[in-house]
């Protein structure tokens, strides 16, 4: 099966500064590359995803880019806020998700 | 509509009890999924069905045991749990089960077995 890792397990960053979240994965037929934002106690929401046949994507503030040949992909975050801190997963899927170990993002104002 | 709904939000149980966990969603998704997460761990697969049939059980241990009624419904029923199944209870569901699109969670189920 598929085997997802994910760093760092903890960021802390200064409000307005960037963070970087880096993932590898194992199986080379994943095509499907999300990533999940999770506050205390509540779901994981989509915050931004990309699939194999493209090598980076953005939204506002946050980017994914994905290196197929090396297989991994990151997450950035620009111009960090406060409501950024949460638990960032990022998962593989071929047909089924196979989430990273997670990273705690704290954001210092 | 784009939410998943779960129920309970929050169910304390003894280990001799009988209870269900119900997850409902209305996107037309054909696949749904039964997470476990333990604090500070990143959502477990325990079940997966596509077209209301189970199609992946991660050997997942009898006495959690998953029914699919029909296309929006999702069932857990639980029974002689013990006290390390206390964990949030995540429902999910997606366009299918080809695994290239978004996964959409419900609230989760915060279960606590005594």
């Known amino acids: 099966g598929e085997n997802v890792e994910q760093h760092p397990s903890t960021l802390s960053v200064q409000e307005g500064d960037s963070a970087v979240i880096k993932c590898t994965y194992s199986?080379?037929?994943?095509?499907?590359f999300p990533w999940y934002k999770q506050e205390l106690g509540k779901r994981p929401q989509l915050i931004i995803d990309?699939?194999?046949?493209?090598g980076e994507k953005k939204d506002q503030r946050i980017a994914v880019t994905l290196n197929k040949t090396a297989k991994h992909f990151s997450l950035h975050i620009t111009e960090t806020q406060p409501e950024d801190s949460a638990v960032y997963f990022c998962a593989a899927s071929q047909n089924q998700f196979y989430f990273g170990t997670g990273t705690s993002l704290t954001v210092i104002p | 509509d784009t939410e998943v709904t779960q129920t309970p939000k929050h169910l304390v149980m003894g280990m001799t009890n009988k209870k269900s966990l119900k997850c409902e969603q209305h996107m037309g998704h054909r696949a749904m999924y039964w997470y476990k997460q333990k604090a500070k761990k990143p959502p477990e697969l325990m079940f997966v069905?596509?077209?209301?049939?189970?199609?992946i059980n991660e050997s997942v241990p009898s006495r959690f045991s998953p029914e699919c009624p029909n296309s929006s419904l999702l069932n857990l029923h639980l029974h002689a749990l013990q006290p390390e199944d206390s964990a949030l209870y995540l429902c999910?569901?997606?366009?299918?089960?080809?695994?290239?699109?978004?996964?959409?969670f419900g609230q989760g189920t915060r279960l606590t077995v005594v």
């Open positions: 069905y596509s077209y209301e049939k189970l199609s």
């Open positions: 990309i699939r194999s046949n493209v």
């Open positions: 199986d080379s037929a994943s095509n499907y």
């Open positions: 999910a569901s997606s366009q299918d089960v080809q695994g290239n699109t978004e996964a959409f």
